[in-house]
């Protein structure tokens, strides 16, 4: 089935450094979401992207999605304290006519040292 | 507009038992799905609900099930449960379904097996 990788599985920065998660499907994926979810909560969406070579920002944060709609990006510059959390890249996997799911990256935690 | 609610947010069971954890969403969203999060193998989809109906299942077993109700409230249960049941089960609303709507997660049921 659909695999989603993210690398790293965890980041440690000095506040201030910027920060870059990699997010690559097996298959070609429709669209990405981003996902944040801070210590002790829930994911919060981030952003979704949808077509090939797409960027959009969102203030400090930064996501990309590839040519070839396999692999997407978030790119945090100057990282802050409130940056901390894991970070969630999802696709959707289609199992045949409306039959899908959303699969998650295993995520990667940022801790920023201030 | 109140976010998606779960209850309870807390349970600890023992092996054998079953339990059933309960969600709400999001006012006028009429899609539910809940995932599986433990540390092992991060977020996991379980099933997506659509007008009372099931659309959508992941990859596990029978003791996993769940409904929906006439007002998009959803619950799930877990049968006979098992040591490796214990994980935070999420709950998250959409308006309808598809893969290009963001989804709203709720804080989530710690349960713990023991």
């Known amino acids: 089935g659909q695999q989603v990788m993210q690398i790293p599985q965890y980041q440690h920065v000095q506040e201030g450094e910027d920060f870059t998660t990699y997010c690559n499907s097996s298959t070609t994926l429709s669209n990405i979401q981003w996902y944040k979810q801070r210590p002790g909560g829930h994911p919060v969406f981030l952003i979704q992207l949808v077509k090939s070579g797409e960027v959009k920002k969102q203030k400090r944060l930064t996501f990309q999605f590839g040519e070839a709609k396999k692999n997407s990006s978030l790119h945090i510059t100057a990282t802050q304290t409130t940056d901390v959390g894991t970070y969630f890249c999802?696709?959707?996997?289609?199992?045949?006519?409306?039959?899908?799911?959303?699969?998650f990256g295993k995520g990667t935690l940022l801790t920023v040292n201030p | 507009k109140a976010g998606v609610t779960q209850t309870p947010r807390y349970l600890i069971k023992t092996r054998g038992q079953q339990v059933t954890l309960s969600c709400s969403p999001i006012s006028g969203h009429r899609s539910v799905s809940w995932y599986q999060q433990t540390p092992g193998q991060g977020l996991q989809f379980l099933f997506e609900?659509?007008?009372?109906?099931?659309?959508n299942k992941g990859n596990f077993p029978g003791r996993f099930s769940g409904r929906q109700f006439s007002n998009s409230r959803s619950e799930m249960n877990v049968s006979t449960l098992e040591l490796g049941d214990s994980a935070l089960y999420l709950c998250a609303s959409s308006l309808v379904p598809g893969t290009t709507y963001e989804q709203y997660f709720g804080p989530g049921t710690r349960l713990t097996v023991t």
């Open positions: 999802a696709g959707p996997s289609f199992r045949g006519g409306s039959n899908y799911k959303l699969t």
């Open positions: 609900y659509f007008s009372e109906t099931q659309r």
